[in-house]
């Protein structure tokens, strides 16, 4: 398995041609979170699109670890080839699992206190981003985290709006990325 590491130039230089809003910086974050996770973890990312935020976190990930990406990618067929291009291409497809389907059906697969990590990425209105926590929040291990993306993004205030109306506590880490810990 190849080893991406978001701080370097050359590698971000080669990563950011993927198409994506995941920046360099929640990167870097996103994998020193994955690399203080235990060994046998299981992370689920919400939205996938073409894989670049997948890429970054299953290549920080333990070589007995793995990343579930769930996506319906009904947007079209081509994000999903661009996305199974890529994880191929980056060589972290052996990392990756993934499930085409709506998120609250996937919910369905996994138990409850099941997942380390749960990562918010898919539709931004208000009441997805609603449902999605109120179906995969109980997923997720006593200690373990609930990450959303765009949460400070002025195009999707909704994440925020239903993150603050379900009154689940974190903070902010760095770019648009939101943290809860389960406890």
């Not at 994998?31 to 046998?40: C, D, S, T, V």
């Not at 919400?46 to 769930?70: E, P, W």
Request: one cysteine or more.
């Amino acid at each position: 398995m190849s080893n991406y590491d978001a701080t370097s130039d050359c590698i971000w230089q080669e990563l950011d041609k993927i198409n994506g809003w995941f920046t360099r910086e929640e990167a870097i974050c996103m994998q020193w979170i994955m690399k203080q996770l235990p060994p046998e973890s299981k992370i689920v990312e919400l939205g996938s699109f073409q894989g670049r935020s997948s890429i970054m976190i299953a290549s920080a990930l333990s070589t007995d670890s793995i990343l579930y990406c769930i996506d319906n990618f009904s947007e079209s067929l081509d994000i999903l080839s661009a996305f199974m291009n890529n994880i191929a291409e980056y060589k972290v497809n052996n990392k990756i699992r993934f499930l085409i389907m709506d998120t609250i059906e996937a919910a369905k697969e996994f138990e409850d206190k099941s997942i380390e990590i749960v990562f918010l990425n898919t539709n931004h209105s208000y009441e997805s981003v609603k449902q999605d926590l109120l179906q995969w929040c109980p997923k997720i291990k006593m200690g373990g985290f609930l990450i959303c993306h765009d949460y400070t993004s002025p195009d999707h205030l909704e994440v925020r709006d239903a993150i603050n109306a379900l009154q689940l506590n974190g903070t902010l880490l760095c770019g648009s990325l939101w943290c809860g810990q389960k406890s």
